[in-house]
């Protein structure tokens, strides 16, 4: 664009965070899921979207439907909880999503932390396709300390290697403090998420240099490179490489899910969801020693803008949140438009 081309706004529409729920709940359930499922998948596409995550909110839609009607997924299946331990709740997702297995071993994951100070949730045979925050950001609003991890499909490859093993495998903190919202981070242990490569694709941007590699492994900055035959890179060199793999053994190796290299989607063209596993932590900071908790997070966050931190981790969610709640979440009228057709059949 020159200088003095005028900038073109794309034309919106402001929807209520409920409203855009029902419209995508809708579209799941055109396509499959029932309608648990579809509401639980509906509610973390939409809470994405409104907080401004944008590589997981309706942007996921057409993934969803085309994994959906491959076959490769089953949307109305039934996760089964599993009491094995004190401290340790089992879910198989039964080659469901991981967000319907997440909430029914949401209740007992909580009570046995609250129980024991500690409790972990190992989810296997799910699917996880979308933005890892939501999964984490409901215990910290509760006053507990989540952490969560999940496996992916093979695209990234690892420090020193030459060919693709892990996926992008982020992980995901959350932390109450005294005041304001909850301290929160989701990270991708790959330089960037592979929804964010796939946006710059469609847009016909260039990434910066460092992403990722080409099909032949040569440096490249061209997103479709990436895509088509090429992959990603570790974030940090060997750091992030090693918490890549640390991602797998805790997703795949404790939990009975797939490695992100084990599942076989060749038959179900379309299908874009990994058949892997998540791993959560959950901690009940009342039982430390020393001082409250989220006082002490507080202090922490007080001490980072004293030495100059503008911005913490997690704050552009919350304003981009704050603006969706006072106007609307907004979305382009053309892909509205596609979205409710979707939703019509």
């Not at 579809?38 to 809470?47: G, K, M, P």
């Amino acid at each position: 664009m020159s200088a003095s081309s005028p900038l073109v706004e794309t034309p919106c529409e402001y929807l209520s965070l409920p409203a855009l729920v029902q419209l995508l709940q809708a579209i799941l359930q055109r396509h499959g899921c029932s309608a648990e499922v579809a509401r639980c998948l509906a509610q973390n596409c939409a809470v994405a979207e409104r907080d401004g995550s944008h590589s997981h909110g309706i942007f996921r839609i057409p993934g969803y439907i085309s994994t959906l009607d491959s076959g490769w997924v089953d949307g109305r299946a039934l996760p089964v909880v599993e009491d094995v331990a004190p401290a340790f709740v089992r879910v198989d997702a039964a080659n469901g999503f991981a967000q319907p297995a997440l909430a029914v071993g949401r209740e007992l994951l909580v009570r046995k932390a609250r129980a024991a100070g500690i409790a972990v949730l190992a989810i296997r045979n799910s699917h996880h396709f979308a933005a890892l925050w939501p999964d984490v950001e409901p215990f910290a609003e509760e006053g507990l300390v989540a952490l969560s991890v999940v496996n992916s499909m093979t695209c990234v490859v690892p420090h020193g290697a030459d060919r693709p093993l892990f996926g992008t495998n982020p992980i995901a903190f959350a932390a109450p403090q005294a005041k304001g919202q909850p301290i929160v981070f989701d990270l991708a242990t790959s330089t960037i998420a592979h929804g964010d490569v796939q946006i710059a694709a469609s847009k016909g941007e260039r990434l910066p240099p460092g992403i990722g590699v080409d099909s032949l492994g040569q440096p490249t900055q061209d997103p479709r490179a990436i895509l088509e035959g090429g992959a990603l890179l570790p974030f940090g060199g060997h750091k992030g490489s090693a918490l890549s793999m640390m991602v797998e053994l805790l997703c795949a190796g404790l939990t009975g899910g797939h490695f992100s290299f084990e599942f076989d989607w060749s038959n179900h063209p379309g299908a874009k969801t990994p058949w892997t596993g998540q791993l959560l932590i959950v901690i009940d900071p009342s039982k430390g020693g020393g001082q409250d908790f989220a006082e002490r997070s507080q202090e922490l966050v007080r001490q980072m803008h004293a030495v100059g931190l503008k911005r913490l981790p997690g704050e552009r969610r919350h304003w981009q949140r704050a603006r969706s709640q006072e106007r609307g979440i907004a979305i382009a009228c053309e892909r509205l438009e596609q979205l409710r057709a979707l939703a019509q059949g």
